[in-house]
């Protein structure tokens, strides 16, 4: 991925709490997870494309499909969103066992196109980052939000895959996250849901 220099810049550091409550929503098309369709009369069953969870509720345990290519997903749009800049408005973590949740909320109903794969550590122009973690997870936002007036957070978390995660600055109309992932890289799946707009990573150990 092309990556000119540019200065990210930082605005403030903000610690939150990694508990939350279940949030219910639509999914976008195209997210993985499992499913399977009734076998055709006289045949044999024919798989179908995995699709994405339908709401925020988190599975019991770990078993859901995941690996370590990249996910991405189209823009949604969302029910009556208000006029302005999507953005990103906050992170939220959630340990379950064998696995960690990062909700990306945004600032509408709706979600821009989006990108989750493994990358350097280094913000939208290239330059390092200072986080933990011994790969890392970069999340990709087509927002067209300009930079100012959003204030940068970071979340340290444990146990679990995921030790840190940090919104990371803007560049050409992209805003971007990297998470930080202990014992190298681990397998993932994310979706997007809208009413209200977020983007769900899920972090399991392999």
Do not use: K
Not at 3 to 16: C, E, S
Not at 68 to 89: L, Y
Not at 149 to 175: C, N
């Amino acid at each position: 991925m092309r990556r000119p220099r540019v200065t990210v810049l930082v605005f403030a550091v903000l610690l939150v709490a990694a508990c939350t409550d279940e949030v219910h929503g639509v999914a976008s098309p195209g997210g993985p997870a499992s499913s399977s369709t009734s076998p055709p009369s006289g045949g044999s069953p024919t798989p179908s494309a995995p699709q994405a969870p339908t709401d925020e509720q988190a599975p019991d345990d770990a078993s859901f499909p995941a690996d370590t290519e990249d996910d991405s997903g189209p823009a949604q749009p969302g029910t009556g969103d208000p006029a302005g800049a999507m953005h990103v408005d906050g992170l939220r973590f959630r340990s379950h066992d064998g696995y960690t949740r990062l909700v990306v909320d945004l600032n509408t109903n709706g979600v821009p196109e989006w990108t989750v794969g493994y990358s350097e550590p280094t913000g939208p122009g290239g330059g390092p980052v200072d986080i933990a973690g011994e790969a890392f997870l970069r999340v990709q936002l087509r927002t067209g939000a300009a930079p100012g007036g959003q204030s940068t957070s970071r979340i340290r978390t444990s146990p679990g895959p995921v030790v840190e995660a940090l919104t990371t600055g803007f560049f050409e109309g992209y805003e971007e996250i990297l998470l930080g992932i202990d014992g190298g890289q681990q397998p993932f799946r994310a979706f997007a849901l809208t009413d209200p707009g977020r983007i769900v990573i899920d972090v399991r150990y392999g």
